[in-house]
């Protein structure tokens, strides 16, 4: 099995560049053309909302494969929509492994015991795109409940050759409210990238 890290880096060697594309779709953004063509499609807002997310998506991901490793599509855009929306983005990440990219689905997901043990089989794919329902090759996640929130985690990617990103020190403004707040003489995120490190 190859491993998430020389995939990652391997797409990006044949690729010429480290950047990737986010899939954050919004329907007060999106193309007219592509909201008016999906609600001839689908009766129903909701259906007509995913779906315009689904064929944004693939024509955005047909014109960056070529040019990019990866892409990033949020989950939460897509399930705001319920199970349409969750639908699409299961389509979405597929379309975008068959078209040879890398996918980081960005959720955040965070929990402990069997919880987190079922996101991570839930998404985390790895080298073989069936080997979970969601498909991605990696999946952001959150370890601020503690270090049994990472383990599952860390278990199925290592299994899997899957990616993990764990958000350590984020980036919106708030976040110091509680990242770097002091213990022992370190901001908490320091203490957690200490965790990371270790797992």
Known sequence: MTSY?????????????PALVGLDPRLDQLPESIVESARRREQDEVAAAAAAFEEFCVRLIDVVSPLVPA???????????????????????????????????DAKRGDIGSTAEAYARAYLAGEDPQAAVWGADALTVNPYLGRDTLEPFVLVARQRGAGLYVLVRTSNPGAGTLQDRESDSQPLYRHVAGVVEEL
């Open 5 to 17: 890290a020389q995939r990652l880096h391997d797409a990006i060697r044949a690729k010429g560049t």
């Open 71 to 105: 892409v990033k599509p949020q989950a939460a855009f897509f399930e705001e929509w319920g199970p349409d929306g969750c639908l699409a983005l299961a389509r979405v990440i597929r379309y975008a492994r068959q078209s040879g990219l890398i996918v980081i689905c």
